[in-house]
């Protein structure tokens, strides 16, 4: 079932984040609130507002850049086709996925309609530092020892305008966000490979990457050796 487009007229504030986020709002709090933000233009082409999942316990936070087409309809994060491959890369890293929160940079699917099909729009910088204040509320609750930006939009919001992950991907830093923070590249590029040979190559490489990360995690956030 696709959830009914919310529609809330601004209010004189123009809901804006700093307007919507309370200092003792739980996840579950920031999800409804986020429903009424309208920081930027976004939320126009939007379902709805689709914030992250995983327990405040989670030991790392997987960062995308925004929620996709079927994303945006059910409101969940990476429940489409890219987040299959992640779900398959985490396990084959030995990544506990129980012990993963999952969200993005920006809150709202962003897109442009051409004829009945949405395609992906990539947010701007003012889309972006809009958002923001909704991530870090959200990582200010998990408290993850491990931050991984997907792709390079999350990595260039979080680690650095200057951030490369074609040359830097792997690499763990320390970071005022969370003890360590590195990047990879986004599951939605693997699928988006030319061939066959060339996915299984860059699925290895994903899996490389995570299984770096992996190495900085406690035990409890991997999978239990059989």
């Known amino acids: 079932m696709v959830p009914p487009k919310l529609v809330i007229a601004p209010n004189k504030n123009g809901n804006s984040p700093g307007d919507l ?8 709090d ?11 233009d976004i939320w126009q082409r939007a ?3 689709v914030l992250g999942e995983g327990s405040t316990a989670a030991e790392v936070m997987m960062v995308g850049e925004q929620p996709g087409d079927r994303e945006d309809l059910e409101g969940h994060p990476f429940v489409g086709p890219a987040g299959k491959l992640l779900d398959r890369a985490l396990q084959e890293a030995g990544i506990e996925r129980t012990k993963v929160y999952i969200t993005n940079v920006v809150k709202h699917f962003n897109s ?10 990539k947010p701007n910088a003012r889309e972006i530092t809009a958002c923001r ?25 979080l680690i650095s305008r200057s951030f490369r992950v074609t040359t830097q991907r792997g690499e763990l830093m320390p970071s005022s966000l969370a003890p360590l923070i590195g990047a990879t590249v986004h599951p ?27 190495l900085q995690l406690p035990r409890s956030a991997l999978v239990p050796e059989s």
Do not use: N
């Open 21 to 28: 986020i309370r200092p003792e709002a739980s996840l579950d």
């Open 30 to 40: 920031l999800w409804k609130a986020a429903q009424e933000c309208r920081g930027c």
């Open 47 to 49: 379902t709805q507002a």
């Open 112 to 121: 442009i309609q051409r004829g009945k099909i949405r395609i992906h729009k």
């Open 133 to 157: 204040p909704w991530l870090d509320a959200e990582i200010a609750r998990v408290h993850p020892k491990v931050i991984v930006c997907l792709g390079a939009t999350a990595a260039q919001a």
């Open 188 to 214: 939605s590029s693997i699928l988006r490979s030319p061939d066959e040979e060339t996915r299984h190559r860059e699925m290895r490489e994903f899996v490389e990457d995570l299984k770096k990360f992996a």
